[in-house]
């Protein structure tokens, strides 16, 4: 999975806790994202950071936070403000701070909330 | 409105018979088209990226061609073998969007099933 470890790989929790998923990589990559990906449908883009301590919401940020505090990690916290937060999420980094390029996939996070 | 459409939603293909994947998207302006494997449960696993200059890129058994004329491209695999079972993911790059990044627009897949 290109040097991207998310952790971990199912997790279950009950409505109105938050929680963080675990994102990190040792490719040396200034970018790092958060995409959704839901059956049926494309992946969307949640957050993305291009440097340490900054980071810009997605198409789909409401009800979700993020925090870069090192390059190599990028924590993403499902709140309980998020509607539908069952899912399955995929973080991904990349050299490229356009989004021109490729960019690599961690082995993603299976969210369950009842 | 940019949009990538993939088809067919679902294939079933016998061992050692090739298949064709279809991704048809009205994303504009162009800057780049992916194609992406994903296996149940995991990442997805790049398999090629084409510009708007290039109409075919292969990468092993894979073989995707671009049309940007008709922005239409297809993955074409040849020989499938068991392992090639997985989702196949169309991706479309636009150019210019907010602070000169680019957009990425995701296809939402066509399942590969191959069966001995």
């Known amino acids: 999975d290109g040097g991207i470890t998310q952790s971990p790989k199912y997790l279950f929790r009950k409505e109105g806790q938050n929680v963080t998923l675990s994102c990190e990589q040792n490719?040396?990559?200034?970018?790092m994202y958060w995409y959704r990906q839901d059956p049926g449908q494309g992946l969307r883009l949640i957050y993305y950071s291009q440097i340490v301590n900054d980071f810009q919401k997605g198409d789909i940020a409401e009800g979700y936070s993020v925090s870069r505090e090192k390059k190599e990690s990028f924590p993403l916290t499902v709140t309980s403000a998020q509607k539908n937060p069952t899912a399955f999420y995929l973080c991904?980094?990349?050299?490229?701070?356009?989004?021109?390029?490729?960019?690599?996939f961690g082995p993603g996070t299976r969210l369950t909330v009842t | 409105k940019n949009q990538v459409e993939q088809s067919p939603q679902s294939l079933i293909i016998l061992e050692g018979k090739n298949c064709t994947l279809q991704c048809n998207y009205t994303v504009s302006p162009f800057s780049n088209l992916r194609w992406y494997k994903q296996d149940t449960g995991r990442g997805p696993v790049s398999l090629t990226i084409m510009t708007f200059s290039e109409n075919t890129k292969s990468n092993g058994r894979y073989t995707a061609t671009l049309d940007a004329d008709t922005k239409q491209s297809s993955l074409h695999i040849t020989a499938s073998q068991l392992s090639d079972s997985a989702s196949y993911i169309c991706v479309v790059s636009a150019v210019g969007f907010s602070g000169g990044y680019n957009k990425l627009i995701f296809g939402a897949g066509t399942r590969l099933a191959v069966h001995p």
């Open positions: 991904a980094s990349s050299n490229d701070l356009t989004f021109s390029y490729e960019q690599y």
């Open positions: 490719l040396n990559h200034d970018a």
